[in-house]
């Protein structure tokens, strides 16, 4: 099993930036594929992007491609997403996911069940 903690949110003006974390318990964090999530006040949580196990490979939605970056330190038992330029509708609350990778295609993982452990959120403003 793996328990999950967000950090780093707050409030930011518009162009500025925030490193979010997510610390991890447990052995076998460095088995498990980790996304990061999002979700805004009256709206569907939304996939922000994904990072494979061994942190070589990571995927985005077309709204965090460019802004956003994904990385992990498995040593440490965490995984962050560095947000650059942030907008306005950047605001949400952000979640980080783990989820054992199962060879899908790619699309599969953009899917909230396709998660096996959430944290609990941490919020995150952005002003204009």
């Known amino acids: 099993q793996v328990q999950l903690v967000e950090s780093g949110g707050g409030l930011v003006q518009a162009g500025g930036s925030l490193r979010l974390s997510c610390a991890a318990s447990?052995?076998?964090?460095?088995?498990?594929?980790m996304g990061w999530f999002r979700q805004a006040p009256g709206k569907e949580r939304e996939f922000v992007g994904r990072?494979?196990?061994?942190?070589?490979?990571?995927y985005y939605a077309d709204s965090a491609k460019g802004r956003f970056t994904i990385s992990r330190d498995n040593a440490k038992n965490a995984v962050f997403l560095q947000m650059n330029i942030l907008k306005p509708e950047d605001t949400a609350a952000y979640y980080c996911?783990?989820?054992?990778?199962?060879?899908?295609?790619?699309?599969?993982?953009?899917?909230?069940?396709?998660?096996?452990?959430w944290g609990q959120g941490t919020r995150v403003t952005v002003s204009s």
């Open positions: 990072i494979t196990s061994s942190g070589s490979v990571t």
């Open positions: 447990g052995r076998t964090f460095s088995t498990y594929a």
């Open positions: 996911a783990a989820g054992l990778p199962s060879g899908r295609a790619i699309a599969y993982y953009r899917d909230p069940t396709a998660y096996d452990y």
